[in-house]
Structure formats: C-alpha cells, structure tokens
C-alpha cells in the first residue's frame, strides 16, 4: 500500500524541520570553524580537480610530444597539487571532528541534565537502558550528520562541481552524454533513505531494550545464581540479539543497495564517455590528452558521487536518532517551580495533609482523601500493610510527585508555592532503597554535602554507627564501596546512608524503612543516633517493624490508601484494632524459637 501524499508530505516537513533544529541550534555556534572547513574544502576539490586538468600536459606534453623542458614542470604541479590536497584534507577533517564531538559532548551533557531533572514518574515509566541508549547510541549517530553528511555536503558536492567543470570545458556534448544517467538513480536512492529510517528507528528501540536486559540481568546476578536461571537469561538475551542481528542486516542489505545501482550507473556512463571519447581521437577530433583528461575527471568524480547517493541514507539515520534525542529534551517536567515560588526556612514548621488524593496511574487511588498533621518538632509514624500508601506518603512530600487533589503543607505553606531547591534543601530522606554510588565512603556519606569537612564526615559516621565498620575496610573511608554499595553489606549500606542523612542536618527527616536492613545490635545503635537527630526536628517515620515506633509522638495506621486508626502506641493497644493485632502478630513472631519449615511428602 502507497503512503498517502499527506505522509509524505510530514515526512519532508519533519526532515527539514530538524535539520533546521541542527543547524539554528547546534552548528551556528560554530560557524568560523565551518567556515575554514569550507575553505579547505574548496581547496581540496580544486586539487582534485587541477589533477585531472593536469593530465591533458601529462599525456600530450610528455608521452605524445616527448617534450623534455615540461616533465620537471608537471611533475612539480603534481607534487604541489597532491600536497595541497592532503593538507586541505587533514584540517578539513580535524575540523569537522572538532565540531561533530563538541556537538555530541553538548547534546549528550543537556541530554543529561533533562533526564536528571525530569519528573521521577517519567524516570520509573521509563526503561534504564532507554535512557542510556538515548545518551549513547542516539546522541553518537547525530555524528554522523554533523562530520559524515557536512563533509560530504561541502567537500564531495564541491569536488564533483569542479571535477564536472573540468568535464564541460573539454567537451561539454561529452559531459552530458556522461551525466544523462544520473538522475536515474534519484528515486530509488529516496526510497531507500524512507526505508532506512524507519530500519533505524526499529534498531534503536531494540539497542535499548537489550541494554534494559544486561542491566537487569548484572544487577540481579545474585538472584539468577540462585534460582538457577543462567540458561532462561541466556536465552533472552540470544532472542534479543538475534533480533538485533536480523536488524543489522536489513539496515546493510538496505544501505548496500545503492552501490549496484551506482555502479551499474557508473559503468554504463563509462562505457559511453569510452565509445564516444575514442571514437573522437581515433577521428582526430581531440588529443588524447584532452580525452585521458576528460576520463580522469569522470573516475576521479564518480568516487564523491557514490558518497553523495549515500548521503540520504546516512542522513535518515541520523535524523531518526535526533528526533529521539529532541523528543527527551523537548519533554517538559511537571513538577516545576511556580514563577511566585517562594524560599523557606522549615525550622520548627508542621507538615500537614488535607485531603490529599493521589494515583499513580488509572488504578484505584494509592492515597484516598487523607488527613493528619506531622507537628513541628514531633515525631510522627505511618504503619500498616504493604500497598497501603506509606512510601507514597513519603515521596509526596518532597515533590517528587504532586497530589492529584488536596493540598500538603510544611509551614502554612503550599509544597507547590515552595521552591524545589529550598523544599528538598530542608528535608533528608532515607528509605529503603539503597542509593550508593560506584565511589568512596566518604563521598557517599557527603554526598547531599560534597564540601562538608571529613571531621563532620566522621562524626555523622559515629552517630550512625558506621565509623568502626568504616575504619576497618581496606582504605578506611578512601574505600570504593562499588556499584550500588556492592561491596558492603546490607547493614553496612544502611548506616552510610543514614549517615548521609544526618551529615545533611537538615529540619524535616523522613525515614522510609530506614532500620529494615540491620541486626539487633546495629539497629539499636542506629536508633541511639536516630533518637539524637530527632530531637526538635519534625519527623516522618514509616515502618513495618512496630517495634522501631513505639516511642512516636502519634502513629497512624493506614489501610488502602486511607487513616484507619490513629493514637500513641499505648492508645492503640488499649483499642485492640488494627495496630494491635499486627503488633501482636509481629511480638509471636520476634518470640518464636525458630522457624519451622513442614514438607509434604
């Protein structure tokens, strides 16, 4: 089926409108260098040209007259010429490599800095391997436009234009005999480009799932180890290649298409110019010179011509990767500071929910028109079932999503009236989810303070517990703790991180499972420094372990998204609700001698 003149018609607007992108936002700023590499490009097509002008002297002057006095002087134009060719050549191609990394080095770090600064949702609902093969793969084949088409469109176009000269000055009804087959090849040589970025578009989209897939699979090498699931990944990732593979070579068999429809053309444009040229010279209409000449242009000619043909296709792959790449740095984030945003000091500020709804999606709602306040300098606990909406809870506050209705507060103040910056300045978060990077201890625990004193580095460490752990590594606090904290425990993890909360010293705390990952002796160390840093913040704790909450000013007790129970510990036990089953449950299970497994015969 034909594609309707209207999809062609977005096609050529979409190709135009992002080379206009490329050159308005991203070669403009380079113009002086385009320039010169302009001049060296003329340089070397005239070059190019003069060699073929100077074999009409070559033949005539020295083979065919046998004139001795033009031998030295040939023989020096040539030397100069193919001098003059190669210097052009080196700082043409310095150049346009100058410019084509400095753009991908720009494109590549603003790309960062969108998907840094992009909403958490849109981060989730993307892949990682998406994202990476946005900032590799997509931003390298824009490259390609920049060096390959730039050079191309200057040097190739202007050496075929000069070379062509060279032709009509020694026979123009010869040149055009020669060139009557080109346009031919305009057509096919188009669709093969529409054809080659749609190939293209498939290809990244598959790049980037097979990085999603190697991700995942190294990251969760301990579990495949241990359900025995080398043969199930490798499996998936044979799938995932081979469709890479069978990528790979459409987009060759597609990209190599052009050379027999260049070659036959070539040939056939030969096969005429030797025909008709010979025929002259055996008629003594021309020198043999003039014909070698005119030969010579054509050969030397028809090389750049091949590259041109293969412009479009080289072209479509690269502007199928900068529409990925413009897409991403076109996306908006959401949660934006207000034009009327303002800065504030959460010293001795509440945290208060009104009504707050929230979904993640089209399921049923995470948050279900909650209500209740964290007073300042109080410590307030979120307990209850999986799925019932306490994390939510915690990543509400610092805006890494906003509530569908209602309103949160810290201070009498609207969280959305409030600058990002001086929001999340004000609030140190440790959850769950272990955040270490592939660096020192030290700079881990400075992380959310990367100019903090390594006295202050250390002091946090002992209030967490971490210090004897810390100086006991190979390299004390100097010591890569590798990817995502790989080389320390679970425990260990957790109090660097805890660590990291309370370098940050900031008023508001909110701990999301923060003691889930230590034994009883480094837990009650953690709390120790815990229960210090507490003191005269406003607090947020969620935990599973009811033990760890005891001591909360208020708990409140949340099921399906909603307040159920809420009270002191003592003012929930003595209710006997929910609360207090779930601490009786978890008390029968803290007393239990062991853990007894039955298997059935």
């Not at 936002?25 to 590499?37: I, M, V």
């Not at 995932?240 to 987009?251: D, K, S, T, V, Y």
């Not at 028809?302 to 072209?315: D, G, I, S």
């Not at 008023?507 to 230590?518: G, K, N």
Request: charged share 20%.
């Amino acid at each position: 089926m034909q594609a309707s003149p209207v999809g062609k018609i977005a096609f050529d607007q979409s190709t135009r409108a992002l080379m206009r992108r490329i050159v308005r936002d991203h070669l403009r700023p380079h113009w002086r260098r385009l320039a010169l590499a302009g001049v060296c490009m003329i340089l070397g097509a005239a070059a190019t040209a003069a060699l073929a002008k100077l074999m009409e002297p070559v033949i005539d002057d020295v083979f065919v007259n046998r004139d001795a006095s033009m031998l030295a002087w040939v023989s020096a134009a040539v030397l100069t010429t193919f001098f003059v060719k190669g210097m052009a050549t080196y700082a043409q191609a310095m150049l346009m490599s100058f410019i084509g990394q400095r753009i991908v080095s720009d494109l590549q770090i603003d790309l960062y800095g969108r998907l840094i600064r992009a909403d958490l949702a849109m981060l989730h609902d993307t892949p990682s391997g998406t994202l990476v093969s946005r900032l590799v793969n997509d931003v390298g084949m824009l490259r390609g436009v920049v060096s390959t088409t730039l050079t191309s469109i200057g040097k190739d176009f202007l050496t075929v234009l000069m070379l062509v000269a060279v032709m009509f000055r020694q026979d123009w009804s010869l040149a055009l005999v020669a060139f009557v087959v080109f346009p031919l090849a305009v057509l096919p040589i188009s669709k093969i480009g529409k054809r080659m970025r749609k190939v293209s578009t498939r290809t990244q989209v598959q790049i980037a799932q097979l990085m999603t897939l190697f991700g995942q699979t190294f990251q969760g090498a301990r579990h495949v180890k241990a359900y025995g699931m080398e043969g199930y990944e490798t499996g998936r990732a044979r799938a995932a290649i081979e469709g890479m593979f069978g990528l790979w070579q459409r987009a060759a068999r597609t990209r190599s298409i052009i050379h027999p429809v260049m070659e036959t053309l070539g040939g056939f444009a030969i096969v005429v110019v030797i025909l008709y040229g010979g025929h002259q010279v055996i008629a003594g209409q021309r020198t043999a010179g003039a014909f070698f000449s005119f030969v010579t242009a054509l050969l030397l000619a028809y090389e750049p011509m091949k590259k041109l043909a293969q412009l479009n296709t080289t072209l479509q792959e690269g502007l199928a990767a900068a529409a990925r790449v413009f897409a991403v740095l076109d996306s908006a984030p959401k949660i934006v500071d207000k034009p009327s945003a303002i800065d504030i000091d959460a010293r001795g500020a509440s945290i208060k929910f009104e009504q707050a709804r929230f979904r993640y999606s089209a399921e049923r709602a995470a948050l279900d028109g909650i209500t209740f306040e964290v007073p300042a300098g109080k410590t307030v606990a979120l307990v209850g079932p999986s799925g019932a909406g306490k994390s939510t809870v915690v990543n509400l506050i610092p805006r890494f999503y906003d509530v569908n209705e209602g309103r949160i507060s810290i201070g009498g103040h609207d969280i959305r009236d409030i600058r990002l910056q001086s929001l999340r300045a004000s609030i140190a978060l440790v959850s769950q989810e272990v955040s270490l990077f592939d660096d020192t201890v030290a700079a881990n625990i400075a992380y959310g303070r990367p100019d903090a004193p390594m006295a202050d580095i250390e002091r946090a460490a002992r209030l967490a517990g971490a210090h004897d752990f810390v100086a006991g590594l190979p390299e004390g606090y100097a010591t890569l703790v590798g990817e995502h904290g790989v080389k320390l425990s679970g425990g260990q993890r957790q109090r660097v991180m805890i660590a990291r909360a309370l370098l940050k010293n900031a008023p508001i705390l909110l701990l999301d499972e923060a003691t889930s990952s230590l034994d009883g002796e480094a837990e009650r160390q953690v709390r120790e420094a815990l229960a210090t840093l507490m003191e005269g913040r406003t607090t947020l704790v969620v935990a599973h372990r009811l033990t760890t909450v005891t001591n909360a000013d208020r708990i409140y007790y949340l099921a399906d998204g909603r307040i159920v129970e809420s009270g002191s510990h003592a003012e929930l036990l003595a209710r006997g609700g929910h609360y207090a089953r779930l601490y009786a449950l978890q008390a029968a299970d803290d007393s239990a001698p062991a853990l007894r497994f039955v298997a059935s015969a």
